[in-house]
């Protein structure tokens, strides 16, 4: 049975894990609502769609986002639980978050919520880019809030290790924009006016373009040139490009996320990705 062709039915074993219903189609593949009989917890199981050719390189670059993901240990990303191989069939078990998505809850929210919100997302991108992580498809969709407001970044479906044959910890990120300075909204450190005035700052330096002589080699190694992954609403201008992306296009993405969440609107209208892209 092969995923992303074959719908799993309630009831079947995927290793330890029971499935019981699907929850949808995600970047790579079908995702599951299992149950781990082991801990007694109930986990997303996501499953890889591999194509007619190169499913084994599939299945390695699956296994790697596997791997990175199981190096995050943060409280604003969805945690990896464990990796399974079945049936021929690659999976991955991930923390479960019951709520709703930023996109959903963002109607009822007000602007105090938006602004922790967006600091936990900046926070959750800082721990994965620390890690070599590139998100590559930040987007309100991607954000879970559970019903006490806590903020869990999703689907990093799209991500990549930045350099596999090395130790993600060297990966140097002197150029990385750095998130950690983001006014924290419950210490006061916003007033009213402020936060009423705010928008997103288009001349902020997002480092330099990756494969320019002051980028580390070390992020070239996100995605193969010539190729879009990603949503085009909340792409930055080198995604759009198909050209090697880095930590400072998740920081586009979060500029993005943060203008529609704050105006209503979004930065760069237009009908179709062509016409979005010559906006962009």
Same mark, same amino acid.
Request: proline share 7%.
């Given at each position: 049975?092969?995923?992303?062709?074959? @719908?799993?039915?309630?009831?079947?074993?995927?290793?330890?894990?029971?499935v019981?219903?699907?929850?949808?189609?995600?970047?790579?593949?079908a995702?599951?609502?299992?149950?781990?009989?082991?801990?007694?917890?109930k986990?997303?199981l996501?499953?890889?769609?591999?194509?007619?050719?190169?499913?084994?390189?599939s299945?390695?670059?699956?296994?790697?986002?596997?791997?990175? *993901?199981?190096?995050?240990?943060?409280?604003?990303?969805?945690?990896?639980? %464990?990796?399974?191989e079945?049936?021929?069939?690659a999976?991955?078990?991930?923390?479960?978050?019951?709520?709703?998505? *930023?996109?959903?809850?963002?109607?009822?929210?007000?602007?105090?919520? @938006?602004?922790?919100? *967006?600091?936990?997302?900046a926070?959750a991108?800082?721990?994965?880019?620390?890690?070599?992580?590139?998100?590559? %498809?930040? @987007?309100?969709?991607?954000?879970?809030?559970?019903?006490?407001?806590?903020?869990?970044?999703?689907d990093?479906?799209?991500?990549?290790?930045?350099?596999?044959?090395?130790?993600?910890?060297?990966?140097?990120?002197?150029?990385?924009?750095?998130?950690?300075?983001?006014? %924290?909204?419950?210490r006061?450190?916003?007033?009213?006016?402020?936060t009423?005035?705010?928008?997103?700052?288009?001349q902020?330096?997002?480092?330099?373009?990756?494969?320019?002589?002051?980028?580390?080699?070390?992020?070239g190694?996100?995605?193969?040139?010539?190729?879009?992954m990603?949503?085009?609403?909340?792409?930055?201008?080198?995604q759009?490009?198909?050209?090697?992306?880095?930590?400072?296009?998740?920081?586009?993405?979060?500029?993005?996320?943060?203008?529609?969440?704050?105006?209503g %609107?979004?930065?760069?209208?237009?009908?179709?990705?062509?016409r979005?892209?010559?906006?962009i």
């Amino acid at each position: 049975m092969r995923p992303g062709r074959d @719908k799993l039915a309630p009831g079947t074993g995927v290793g330890r894990f029971q499935v019981r219903s699907l929850l949808g189609q995600g970047g790579m593949g079908a995702v599951y609502l299992a149950w781990d009989p082991v801990l007694e917890r109930k986990v997303a199981l996501k499953a890889i769609r591999l194509g007619q050719a190169g499913e084994v390189a599939s299945t390695a670059r699956f296994r790697r986002e596997a791997m990175a *993901l199981a190096q995050l240990n943060h409280r604003n990303v969805c945690q990896v639980h %464990d990796w399974v191989e079945a049936g021929g069939s690659a999976y991955i078990a991930m923390e479960f978050v019951e709520g709703e998505t *930023l996109s959903a809850r963002a109607p009822s929210m007000d602007l105090r919520q @938006k602004l922790e919100a *967006l600091r936990s997302i900046a926070h959750a991108l800082e721990a994965a880019h620390a890690k070599g992580i590139v998100h590559r %498809d930040l @987007k309100p969709s991607n954000v879970m809030l559970d019903a006490g407001g806590e903020v869990k970044v999703l689907d990093f479906g799209l991500a990549r290790l930045v350099d596999s044959a090395s130790d993600p910890s060297a990966v140097s990120t002197d150029n990385v924009p750095h998130l950690s300075g983001i006014p %924290d909204p419950a210490r006061g450190d916003f007033t009213q006016a402020e936060t009423a005035a705010f928008r997103a700052d288009a001349q902020t330096s997002l480092g330099p373009e990756p494969g320019s002589p002051s980028q580390p080699s070390s992020w070239g190694e996100m995605t193969e040139v010539g190729t879009f992954m990603g949503s085009p609403t909340y792409a930055s201008p080198e995604q759009m490009r198909g050209k090697r992306v880095g930590p400072p296009s998740d920081v586009f993405s979060l500029g993005v996320v943060a203008w529609e969440l704050l105006l209503g %609107d979004q930065p760069f209208p237009g009908e179709g990705q062509a016409r979005m892209a010559a906006t962009i």
